[in-house]
């Protein structure tokens, strides 16, 4: 039986045409419309799969592309079965514990922050400081999160603001999308959004 299928785009010249038949019928087809050669291409149709799977057993296995692959090339892990340890060298690859008299010493130096002119904020100068200590231990000394109590530590020679008034002025800023909240051993640290801090990193 003969079939023969059109499908169009919107395109004027942008025209898809498949044709399914016997090969002659196929050819005389193409030709009278005007695809032949680099207007398309023609595809064998097996008959219930007989004929693909001939085709497979008398090409042989696929090759895939890219070289051969060379196992001498690639670097033996021999390890003995139980002895790796993921929690091994996990000390080496945190960052260096936070000077916190060292950071206080240097806020205590700084001038106050400038309050945004487009800040909403209810207390926008508590929101500045704790932007900018935010900002400093995860840009300069990769630390992504703190306590609130080392918050207002390194905070306690410029500002009155102690335990309490950071993390009430944090849970204000978890409630805004400005922090995530990470519940650890220590308790309730604070992680500042990377889009909040981002006026410090430039």
């Not at 045409?17 to 196929?26: L, M, N, T």
Request: proline share 10%.
């Amino acid at each position: 039986m003969v079939k023969m299928r059109f499908s169009f785009r919107h395109e004027p010249n942008d025209i898809v045409a498949v044709i399914e038949g016997p090969e002659a019928w196929v050819k005389h087809f193409a030709e009278q419309i005007g695809l032949d050669g680099d207007c398309g291409w023609t595809m064998k149709m097996s008959q219930q799969g007989q004929e693909s799977n001939d085709e497979k057993t008398s090409e042989g296995p696929s090759l895939l592309p890219g070289p051969t692959p060379d196992p001498s090339k690639i670097p033996a892990v021999i390890r003995e079965i139980g002895s790796f340890d993921p929690s091994k060298n996990l000390e080496s690859n945190k960052p260096p514990p936070l000077d916190e008299e060292e950071l206080r010493s240097f806020i205590s130096e700084m001038p106050e922050p400038e309050i945004p002119p487009d800040s909403i904020s209810n207390d926008p100068l508590t929101e500045e400081w704790l932007r900018l200590v935010l900002a400093i231990v995860v840009t300069e000394h990769g630390i992504s999160s703190m306590l609130p109590e080392t918050i207002a530590s390194i905070l306690s020679e410029r500002t009155s603001l102690d335990d309490i008034a950071v993390t009430i002025a944090l849970k204000r800023l978890w409630v805004a999308g400005k922090v995530d909240k990470i519940l650890t051993e220590q308790g309730e640290e604070y992680s500042p959004s990377p889009s909040w801090i981002q006026v410090y990193r430039e």
